[in-house]
T-cell receptor, first 115, second 114 residues
Framework: SQQGEEDPQALSIQEGENATMNCSYK?????LQWYRQNSGRGLVHLIL?????REKHSGRLRVTLDTSKKSSSLLITASRAADTASYFC???????????????FGEGTQLTVNP | NAGVTQTPKFRVLKTGQSMTLLCAQD?????MYWYRQDPGMGLRLIHY???????AKGEVPDGYNVSRLKKQNFLLGLESAAPSQTSVYFC?????????????FGPGTRLTVL
């Protein structure tokens, strides 16, 4: 079963607008990561937030983490057509013996940024 | 430094045929992974390895076998392909446990089983 679930499944916005994607997970974690996938390509790491952090920034990306709600959000500000991609959250299932050795991915949010 | 490479990029098999997918990384990474991705879905872990000579099962290991005889290579085998194994397969690697570091992905292998 998937550890992370993204919401919404698909998001379409105009260039310049902000895009917000949410991720919910089920078990405790050490950290949560966000990845991007362009159509037909492999995933690319965007940002990692640790369980003791609440917010993190990287360029136009802002990630929040609420461990009490087991949820995270990814905000992309001033979106560009080149941001069109699928975005996935990934968790390590912290607390279990094998947790640190593997990542579990959500089903992703397909973001379309229209020029 | 080529990063993570996968061979082949595309393959069409008939039901019952066997094949091996090769993943290679030139970054001296300890951890390597095989995921599959089906349309509109995230990645599901098939098998992984935390070092040369070790392998472990992921979420969906049935119908697949793996080997990590050399640190830089991670092979995924399908002994008797089934249509349900039609998917895009991604290999990934990282230097340390992925929970604490970056995971780099290969470009994917698109497999169709007829």
């Amino acid at each position: 079963s998937q550890q992370g679930e993204e919401d919404p499944q698909a998001l379409s916005i105009q260039e310049g607008e902000n895009a917000t994607m949410n991720c919910s997970y089920k078990t405790s974690i050490n950290n949560l990561q966000w990845y991007r996938q362009n159509s037909g390509r492999g995933l690319v790491h965007l940002i990692l937030i640790r369980s003791n952090e609440r917010e993190k920034h990287s360029g136009r990306l802002r990630v929040t983490l609420d461990t009490s709600k087991k949820s995270s959000s990814l905000l992309i500000t001033a979106s560009r057509a080149a941001d069109t991609a699928s975005y996935f959250c990934a968790t390590d299932g912290g607390g279990r013996e094998t947790s640190g050795s593997r990542l579990t991915f959500g089903e992703g949010t397909q973001l379309t940024v229209n020029p | 430094n080529a990063g993570v490479t996968q061979t082949p990029k595309f393959r069409v098999l008939k039901t019952g045929q066997s094949m091996t997918l090769l993943c290679a990384q030139d970054m001296n990474h300890e951890y390597m992974y095989w995921y599959r991705q089906d349309p509109g879905m995230g990645l599901r872990l098939i098998h992984y390895s935390v070092g040369e000579g070790t392998t472990a099962k992921g979420e969906v290991p049935d119908g697949y076998n793996v080997s990590r005889l050399k640190k830089q290579n991670f092979l995924l085998g399908l002994e008797s392909a089934a249509p349900s194994q039609t998917s895009v397969y991604f290999c990934a690697s990282c230097a340390r446990a992925p929970a604490s570091g970056l995971m780099g992905f290969g470009p994917g292998t698109r497999l169709t089983v007829l």
